[in-house]
């Protein structure tokens, strides 16, 4: 009888034991997770730039001071033909269905799905994009795509920016990354026969070399130093997504784990 009894207790103790480590551990669950920075973050991004009439308007501003400045540049003459040079992606196309495609499944950009998505030719355009570059055609400026996506994008690249009418999209004025992520080189090889009136971009690493590969702290220096560039020669669109702004942080390191980018920049947030 006594050691049914006491079994019954131990019984009883395991069970209450069993049932508050239970409880604890899913306490620990609860306040342990949280979101990830970089794969949840991008979603909301996305959602910014897919909803938010506020972006739409950012892309106006810009090419409406796009605009603004090409007539003021057209007015001075020069030796040479004028041309623009733009970037593609986030400066006349939208990847953010991409993004979204990967944050569903808790993921970030990786070069296989990027190429699988580009191929596609299904980017939509940037508001005002379209406009501002049938505009300077019209004007008979030449508009270079100076773009980091690879010679395997070519393809899907020109047939994405014909399907819009984008002016002189083809294999000359597209000119994508062969060795170097760097556009310097590219850069220079159009000035060396037009005379360029702008240059296009959402990345600051589009404008010049001096934010090629730059930490943090350089690049708002550089900012700061040619503040007097921006919204002049230099039309920059907004991209909350991604870019040498977020790859700066992990010093350029693109192998960081989803996890260990999440940690990197919740290091560095200030809260109070
Ligand atoms: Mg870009």
Redesign the pocket.
């Known amino acids: 009888m006594l050691n049914i009894f006491f079994m019954k207790k131990i019984l009883a103790s395991l069970f209450i034991i069993t049932l508050a480590a239970c409880s604890s551990q899913q306490k620990n669950t609860a306040t342990s997770v949280h979101t990830n920075m970089v794969a949840d973050g991008k979603l909301f991004t996305a959602f910014f730039q897919q909803r938010a009439a506020e972006y739409k308007a950012l892309c106006f501003q810009a090419y409406n001071i796009a605009t603004l400045r090409l007539d003021q540049s057209l007015q001075v003459p020069s030796s040479k033909s004028k041309a623009v040079i733009t970037?593609?992606?986030?400066?006349l196309l939208d990847n953010s269905a991409y993004s979204v495609h990967q944050g569903l499944q808790g993921k970030d950009y990786d070069l296989a799905t990027w190429t699988e998505w580009t191929a596609l030719s299904q980017a939509d355009t940037l508001a005002g994009a379209l406009t501002f570059f049938k505009y300077a055609a019209s004007r008979n400026v030449e508009v270079f795509y100076i773009t980091n996506r690879e010679e395997k994008e070519r393809v899907g690249t020109l047939r994405n920016l014909q399907k819009f009418g984008f002016p002189y999209a083809d294999e000359t004025h597209l000119i994508t990354k062969q060795t170097t992520s760097s556009k310097e080189a590219r850069r220079l090889a159009v000035a060396d026969k037009f005379d360029i009136a702008l240059l296009l971009?959402?990345?600051l690493a589009?404008f010049s070399m001096l934010f090629d590969k730059k930490t943090e702290v350089e690049r708002l220096q550089n900012v700061q130093s040619n503040a007097a560039a921006f919204g002049k020669k230099f039309i920059v669109l907004p991209?909350p997504n991604y870019g040498d702004w977020e790859s700066a942080l992990y010093q350029y390191n693109y192998k960081l784990s989803a996890v260990q980018k999440d940690s990197a920049i919740r290091s560095v947030l200030k809260s109070y």
């Open positions: 970037d593609i992606d986030e400066t971009g959402d990345n589009d991209n």
